[in-house]
Structures are given as C-alpha cells and as structure tokens.
C-alpha cells in the first residue's frame, strides 16, 4: 500500500470511504487484516457468557499453598513460564471462533452469593486464526463476567483442572491474601469468602507465581460491583483490556511467551480476549440510549487509554460510583489493575470508534465499533 501524504484521521476517511471502512482496509492493515476482515459470528443475543454460578461449590479440601512472592516474575527462564495447553496434531480444526458477548449480565438477585470457577488450561481460538495456548476461568479469556451489589457476600471456590497450581486474587476483596489467594494444587479447589466493600469496576486474575506468566496467559476477568442505589439506566458493556505476548505455533497453537512479557511488547492489545472483535460486529446501541463502559484493565503491563471517537464521556467515575464524577472526559487513562466506569449518551446515529487512544496498542487490536442506530 503506498504511503499517502494525509493529516487526519478523517481526511484518510474521507479517501476511503467510511471511518468503518477506512479502519479496516488502512488502519488494520498489517497486524489486524486478517482479523479484522474475517468473519465473527455476531452473538448479540449470547446469554450463555457471564452471570454468576450460584451452584455449590464442588471438589476437594482447600490446599494449604501459599502464594509465592511475585518477586520470582523476574527470575525468567524456568519450565513454570512455558504455556502447556498445546495439543497434539492439528487440533485447532475442531476449535471455534466466538465473539465474547461484551453485554454486562444482570445483577445478582443473592445477597449472599455462590460461585465456582475452574482454572483450566485450554487451546483457545481468539481470531479465526489464531489459537492461542491459555490458561483460563472457565476456559475463556477473559473469564466470566461476575455482577454482584455493594455489600453482598461472596462464597468462592476455584477447581483447579489444569496441570498447574492457579488462584483467584478478586481486586473487590479485602481479605488477607496470603490465606485466600494460596493456590490449590492440580486436582484439588479451594474456598474463601469476601463481601464487596466498594462498588466500581474491578479486576480478578490469578495470583500464583510467576503473577506475570499467569495474568499474561489470560487468567483475568471483570467483576462490576454496583452502588446500592442503581445508576441512571443505561445500555452497559465490560471490556476487559489485555495484552498477548506469543511465541512460535506448535501444531498451528501459539504458547505465550514469558520472555516477550518481560521485554513488555505485546503482539495483540485486546478488548475481552479476542483482537480487533467488536469492528466487524459492532456494539449496537439506539439513539437516546445511555451507554456505560466498565473498562477493566487487566494488562499485565500497559495502560488503556479509553477514547470513544467522535464522543465524549458526559461522566467518568475517579472514584466508587456515584462519588467523584468528572464530567466532559476526552480520554482516561485506566491503569494496569485498575478499572474505570465511562458513560456517554447516544445522541447522535453513527459508527463510533472507541479505542485505546495509545494508538500502537490500538492498532494491535484494543479498538472497536460502537454503532448507534435510529
Ligand atoms: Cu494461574
């Protein structure tokens, strides 16, 4: 593609057709092409992805695993940092590609709540092609999105499947880690109780060492926790934002690679686990629609500097909502760890960009549609 001399996003725009248009033939060039043109089987209606598991909790006795120091992440260099979901053959043909439902589930009607989750290591198709080697909740990444209220009590349990010790570290927990977030052995679950202090939007990942190889693998997810008094109605997403760091196929899967984690320069940015998702099958809102982010930056490194093109955020919540609303937000950038509630009102009919303004990482695959019909 010859380089033209253009200033704006919108002049290119305007040579190619539509923004939507422009984005995928010129901005995804190179890195998102393939992903971006393929096709995403949309799943608006999916209901399945997400709520919470209220089933008793099964499995074994907690193990008595400490979480080692994460100080070991800088260690490197041992067979703990290579991943291990890969199959043999070409296993890859019987996998699927699914568009992750980016749709918040209903809050929970317990107050006091159940949920189990498994770690699980997984071959995990995240573009129609590309199938990465995971290490998962539920065998997702990210996993499943929880929703519970301010003040509720949590009950959870983690059944490890995998092959190696995982854990669960909720960021809405104040509890002593040591104790809650130890790691359960292969074959064995573990069980702890925290109530949700704080409402806001929060991130959960698995706490065993190597921190970094884990949460990099994809053992992240969202739990949004809402104020006791609801939020004006809106149309509500989770996106959970990470990075992926990957080495060479081996039988057509690619191990995540421990090495590229430390050297920080991912080769996808994604917003809930697959690259570049939502731009062939948008988020679809209606005008007069109120529509909230909760963006959870689960990293391991980088930060998500949020922008929605063409909009502006009317209220951006600094702290729990509905305290310290910041009004007339451009971009916010959400820290690795963190998790930031942005809210906009859909007033104008159109294909709205929202994107890690950070542009590399955008391009590597933290962009989207938002498209507002009448
Ligand atoms: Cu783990």
Known sequence: MAVESVSTLSELAGKTGTRREFLIKSSLLGTLAP???????????????????????????????????????????????????????????SLTFRRYDPALPPVSAERNLKVQ????????????????????????????????????????????????????????????????????????????????????AYMYHCGTSPVLMHIGSGMVGAIIVDPPSPLPAAKEFVLVQSEYYL????????PFD???????????????????QYMDAP??????????????NAGPTHPCNFHVVGEQFDTMYLGAP?????????????????????????????????VNHGFGHGQKGAIGILEVTP
Not at 247 to 254: F, H, I
Not at 322 to 339: C, N, S, W
């Open 117 to 200: 989750f498994t770690a699980m290591e997984v071959p995990l198709k995240v573009a129609p092609d590309i199938t990465v080697s995971s290490w998962t909740f539920n065998g997702d990444i990210p996993g499943p999105i929880l929703h519970v209220r301010q003040g509720d009590t949590i009950e959870f349990t983690l059944v490890n499947r995998g092959a190696l010790p995982h854990s669960m570290d909720f960021h809405s927990a104040q509890i002593d880690p040591k104790i809650a977030f130890r790691s359960a052995n292969p074959g064995q679950s573990l069980t702890f109780t925290f109530r949700a202090r704080f409402p806001g």
């Open 35 to 93: 992903l971006a043109l393929a096709g995403c089987g949309p799943d608006e209606t999916d209901g399945t992805r997400g709520g919470v598991a209220t089933g008793n909790p099964q499995g074994g006795p907690a193990t008595a695993v400490e979480n080692p120091n994460s100080k070991l992440d800088a260690a490197g260099g041992a067979n703990v940092h290579q991943s291990t979901a890969v199959p043999s053959g070409d296993a890859t043909k």
């Open 322 to 354: 509905p305290e310290m609303p910041l009004r007339g937000v451009q971009t916010f950038a959400v820290a690795p760890g963190g998790g930031m509630i942005f809210e906009m009102l859909a007033d104008i009919a159109g294909e709205f960009v929202f």
């Open 283 to 296: 988020i679809k809102v209606r005008v007069g629609d109120r529509v909230r982010f909760y963006v959870v």
């Open 258 to 276: 421990y090495t590229k984690m430390l050297a920080t320069l991912p080769d996808y940015v994604v917003f809930n686990g697959r690259p570049g």
């Open 247 to 254: 080495g060479e196929a081996k039988a057509g899967v690619l």
